[in-house]
């Protein structure tokens, strides 16, 4: 089994805050989260991201250079939001070396035959004006076409979807691969083949509402690094999620934001994690994260996990699909 190894320091590049509940959290001489998880490549992986779905255009760039200047080193994106361009353009004026940030995009749905998925990456490549990805994911577990029924044989077995991301790997133009939106079952099924490369991650939705606790055991037994998106609810659940009482008491008692309060969560529990703003000064709160004393991170995720289940993202009847996805 490999081990992420966590490297452990304070995440946070721009210290802790002042003020008396920030003085009783030093008392307590909290451990630090880790900044990095390193994966089976070697390489190692910011434990937090910019998010970039949803982030407008003419403020995504504004919101990856905010970013970059804040101590962020990893963004999460993908060919589908359609903003790959001005997120490129907002890496190269930032002026931060290619090498030191972590870049994620995401193979779209219909490019998961293996001879539409080298044009895919290379438009993904160009846009964002880059030379190599750090990290390719499968965006979600099913091959279909615009208009055209679902590929159920590519969809039940990915393999050799899998086979031309291992070929690019091979190539130079990404460093790790992974998937995004895959349940156990499906995970079995597609390392069942001969994988010569085995999935890095899982992006997976996670939140304070979809906690996801067997599938994070099971990732952790399965050296499969777990990636949290909609970290905070998403639009439509960020409110609810920042005013859930345990967040806003934990909040008060480290002197924290509820947003930091559940972004530390999240990575404390082992998983990257996620979050999309454009605006800046959240963009610079959400990496302001630390260790929870270990009886508040058990009451969060008490709460976290016994609360009734929420409905997920699930877009399997918007896309016309006869199964679930997460099925
Ligand atoms: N693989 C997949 O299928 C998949 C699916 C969904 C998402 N993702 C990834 O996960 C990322 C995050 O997911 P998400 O955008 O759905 O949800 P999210 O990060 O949980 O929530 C984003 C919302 O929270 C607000 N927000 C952010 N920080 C805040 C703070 N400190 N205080 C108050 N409000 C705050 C944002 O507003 P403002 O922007 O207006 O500040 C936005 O409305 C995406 O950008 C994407 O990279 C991946």
Redesign the pocket.
Known sequence: MVVFLPVLRHVSRTGLRCGRASFATSQRNLTSLPSHYVLPSGDKIPSV???????EKN?VGE?VKTALKAGYRHI???WI?RNEEEVGQALKDSGVPREEVWI?S?LWNTFHDPEDIEPALDESLAKLGVDYLDMY?I??PVAKKDGQPYDKELTENPYPTWQKLEEMVAKGKVRNIGV??FNIRRLQNLTANPLKIKPAVN???I?FWVPQPELLAWSKENSVLL?????????S???D??AVPEVVEIAKELGM????VVISWHVQRGTVV??????P???V??LQVRALPSELFDKLEKAATSHKPYPR?NPSKSWGLDFDIFE
Do not use: C
């Open positions: 991201a910019l998010g970039v779905w949803r982030s403020k919101a999460d994106g993908a939001y994620t995401k994911l965006h979600w995004s939106n992006q997976v939705e939140s990636e949290a998106y909609s970290p905070l609810g998403s639009d659940k960020v409110k999620t920042l934001t509820p947003a930091q996620l979050p999309k703003s454009v605006t000064s959240r963009v709160e959400n993202l």
